[in-house]
């Protein structure tokens, strides 16, 4: 079964279906994880906040 679960990055609170992480773009910032999350899902604060 599909137990829904939170993105692994740490910025991130989008939630992931299947993997580690909700967009490749994150899995892409395994190594930077300071860095606000681009993974552009509506709905993900870290990257709202990214929008100033
Ligand atoms: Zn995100
Ligand atoms: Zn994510």
Same mark, same amino acid.
């Given at each position: 079964? /599909? #137990? @829904? $679960?939170?993105?692994?990055?740490?910025?991130?609170?989008?939630?992931?279906?299947?993997? $580690?992480? +909700?967009?490749?773009? +994150? =899995?892409?910032? =395994? $190594?930077?994880? #300071?860095?606000? +999350? $681009?993974?552009?899902? /509506?709905? +993900?604060?870290? @990257? /709202?906040?990214?929008? /100033?």
């Amino acid at each position: 079964m /599909a #137990d @829904s $679960k939170k993105c692994a990055h740490p910025v991130c609170s989008c939630t992931v279906t299947s993997g $580690k992480y +909700c967009s490749v773009e +994150c =899995e892409a910032m =395994e $190594k930077t994880p #300071d860095i606000a +999350c $681009k993974c552009g899902h /509506a709905g +993900c604060s870290a @990257s /709202a906040a990214a929008t /100033a």
